[in-house]
């Protein structure tokens, strides 16, 4: 299920060289019981919220599962933990081969009209 509600935070200055699309989306982590949510996305990575930050560190390769609307099957991919909140995990998508980088920019390009005007 994809969900575009906003639940705007206080952020710091934009550290990222991609822009970022608010995005929810039910993701998987081979490893990690349970379903976490995908809450934004760029072209280089993902934010996934979980509650099970024990279980992860930062550097860590993990693989993630979900299913993008712009899909018609699974999305299975590998990411790199690049840092660690209170409410999840950020991460940098590696080693993507043609097919997951196309789905990523598909998904990426149909939301991106959501995006708030001046955030490109």
């Given amino acids: 299920m994809v969900d575009l509600r906003s639940n705007k935070k206080d952020v710091k200055k ?5 822009p970022r699309l608010e995005f929810h989306c039910d993701a998987r982590v081979l490893g990690i019981d ?5 809450t934004d996305i760029s072209l280089g990575g993902i934010f996934i919220e ?12 993990i693989t993630v599962v979900t299913n993008l609307p712009t899909e018609r099957n699974a999305l299975r991919f590998k990411a790199k933990v690049v840092s660690r909140r209170n409410r999840g995990i950020g991460c940098q998508f590696i ?14 390009e149909m939301f ?9």
């Avoid at 509650?51 to 550097?59: E, K, P």
């Fill in 14 to 18: 934009e550290r990222r060289k991609d």
């Fill in 34 to 38: 349970g379903i976490h949510s995908i």
């Fill in 50 to 61: 979980t509650n099970l930050l024990d279980q992860i560190r930062v550097g860590q390769i």
């Fill in 95 to 108: 080693a993507l081969d043609d097919d997951e980088r196309n789905a990523i920019c598909l998904c990426f």
């Fill in 112 to 120: 991106r009209d959501t995006l708030p005007a001046g955030c490109e």
